[in-house]
């Protein structure tokens, strides 16, 4: 039952409607929480969707905003600054989708809710609140990761009253979102049944899983066996109890089962839906990870929207908990496209760029922001990395290697470096790349995980951006792939011949960064990676991807006849 209650943040007084009961059109009754100023004047209303729990959001009238490493960060509330939406003269509207937190219904994966498209959902929520005398008839969307990626699934829907949505830190083709480069990421599943600093979902008994929904148990069980049956996953205790136990874990158990792409990921990809979304979008992401940038651009590109604009903002790669940035652009955004203001954001460049190393910010109508010529750094003798290609053949140009066992039995990842010598004069590299590594392998199957550093004169470095692929998911998209901008299927796996020397290329993801004088490029390859560092320690508890459970002899060749290089985005 709707109950309003008054709250004071610092002077301001601010007015609660908790528990909206919002019907939906197959009978389901959605609920949620709208503040607003306490005159009750109608405004124009700002939505957030997710399963994390409305009552989390809450926090951010109270708690201060946390920045990792910080161990109060809790990656869930991302629903943005209550009291700095009311300040702009906006209602903020913080929902539970359907199956989640105190909405009915149930909710059978991700983004699909028992056949029901979450999108459907946030469509019939926005209608609903535009239709309240609290609201002027306007509305927009907010929130960080799920609740932006919410935003994109919503607005393809063309609900007539959502006027523009404003994304940052969304996560859009689910596959991309797991596997990365064939390699499982662990940080869905924290993000889902929280552990180690995130609350996860608001889980109720209706999350249930697609495959024990959906699919033959006979097939689900051989699903279960084939997956207990990879030396990864077998390895690692936490995958081996969900496959035996999926109840409670439905949707990291369904990830788990479905370890290639295909219809299973892209029945509601948010990139696939970009071309029926017709209002105003921007979309904003910040470097450090690799693959939400890549996404995020993906998405810009496929958008059909007359009015479209992409932010690459400045490392690190995580905003704080509660999500105070990126205020400043969305309230610029929307008080164009839902309060009418000529405030001239719409006559701004649509692309802007922060180039790390410079800190200069770059930009242009269309990504990338500047004409790019792809230039060669050869793995090269001595841990070097050069312009200049090996002359010499593997007789003399020996490989490099390591041997990785399983971190079953070891807490040392072996990592091999190869550096270029300082640079002397600013080097700028804007987009995509690609590392062409020649490697043989004792087994059927490893990781290969790439990461580009920019390492300077002191000894301080910070990391430019990442590769991943499994050796077995190898296989390059012919139609897509272009020279620096290789694209792999990941529909089907094949395993490695013992031995074989085979090419496998890498895709390098987007960054924007120059290499200063006297820095250097450093490039690290490992099959596992650190569990800390500079980097990780950024990063989410569980933000790593799952280690190779089998031990790995991995043999590097970087001569003549194998000329293993990265590919990198040079601006002309």
């Not at 010529?373 to 593997?394: M, N, Q, T």
């Not at 010598?421 to 490697?439: K, N, Q, V």
């Not at 043999?555 to 002309?572: E, G, K, W």
Request: aromatic share 10%; charged share 25%; hydrophobic share 40%.
């Amino acid at each position: 039952m709707t109950h309003i209650t008054t709250v004071t943040a610092g002077t301001r007084e601010i007015t609660v409607r908790k528990d909206l009961a919002i019907p939906v059109r197959d009978g389901v009754t959605l609920v949620a929480d709208a503040y607003h100023a306490a005159d009750e004047k109608p405004r124009p209303a700002l939505i957030a969707l997710s399963p994390y729990g409305k009552e989390l959001q809450a926090l951010a009238l109270t708690m201060p905003p946390q920045r990792r490493p910080s161990p109060m960060w809790d990656g869930c509330i991302e629903a943005g600054d209550i009291a700095r939406v009311i300040d702009e003269g906006y209602v903020h509207v913080i929902g539970d989708l359907r199956g989640s937190g105190g909405s009915e219904g149930e909710h059978v994966g991700n983004y699909n809710a028992g056949g029901v498209p979450l999108g459907q959902d946030a469509y019939d929520v926005i209608e609903w609140v535009a239709a309240q005398p609290w609201c002027d008839g306007n509305v927009g969307m907010i929130g960080i990761s799920y609740y932006g990626s919410m935003q994109v699934l919503a607005a393809a829907e063309r609900p007539p009253h959502l006027k523009a949505i404003f994304v940052s830190g969304g996560h859009y083709d689910f596959y991309e979102t797991t596997y990365h480069g064939g390699v499982m990421w662990f940080m869905p599943r924290a993000a889902r049944e929280g552990r180690g600093g995130d609350s996860g979902w608001a889980f109720t008994d209706r999350i249930t899983s697609r495959m024990l929904e959906n699919v033959d148990p006979a097939e689900v069980s051989a699903r279960v066996a084939e997956r207990l049956a990879d030396p990864d996953v077998a390895a690692w205790p936490n995958l081996v109890h969900t496959l035996h136990y999926p109840k409670h874990h439905e949707a990291w158990f369904d990830i788990i089962t479905n370890d290639l792409d295909g219809d299973w990921y892209e029945e509601r990809n948010p990139i696939t839906l970009a071309p029926n979304i017709d209002i105003p979008v921007w979309l904003q992401i910040d470097q450090g990870r690799g693959w939400t940038m890549d996404g995020t651009i993906e998405l810009f590109q496929s958008l059909r929207s007359a009015n479209k604009r992409l932010s690459i903002g400045s490392y690190p790669p995580m905003q704080s908990r509660p999500w105070i940035e990126e205020h400043d652009k969305m309230f610029r955004w929307y008080d164009k496209w839902i309060k009418g203001i000529d405030n001239g954001v719409d006559r701004e460049p649509a692309v802007e760029v922060f180039v790390e190393g410079s800190r200069e910010t770059v930009t242009a109508e269309q990504w990338p922001p500047k004409p790019v010529e792809h230039r060669e750094l050869y793995l090269r003798p001595r841990r070097k990395l050069s312009f200049e290609p090996e002359i010499f053949g593997p007789e003399a140009a020996a490989p490099d290697g390591f041997f990785q066992a399983p971190l079953t039995v070891t807490d040392k990842v072996e990592i091999l470096s190869w550096s270029t010598e300082p640079f002397t004069e600013p080097a700028e590299m804007i987009g995509t790349g690609a590392f062409h590594l020649f490697a043989a392998i004792d087994q059927d199957d490893t990781n290969f995980i790439l990461r580009l550093w920019d390492a300077a004169p002191g000894g301080t470095r910070q990391l430019l951006t990442t590769a991943y692929l499994k050796a077995s998911q190898r296989e390059l998209d012919p139609v897509r792939s272009e020279p620096g901008s290789p694209v792999h299927p990941h529909t089907r796996k094949v395993p490695v011949t013992p031995g074989e020397i085979e090419e496998y290329v890498l895709r390098v993801y987007p960054f924007a960064a120059t290499i200063l004088p006297g820095h250097r490029v450093v490039a690290e390859l490992s099959c596992d990676e650190p569990l800390t560092d500079e980097h990780n320690s950024l990063l989410p508890p569980d933000a790593f991807h799952l280690p190779v459970g089998r031990p790995v002899t991995h043999t590097i060749y970087r001569d003549a006849l194998h000329p293993s290089r990265l590919v990198l985005p040079f601006t002309v």
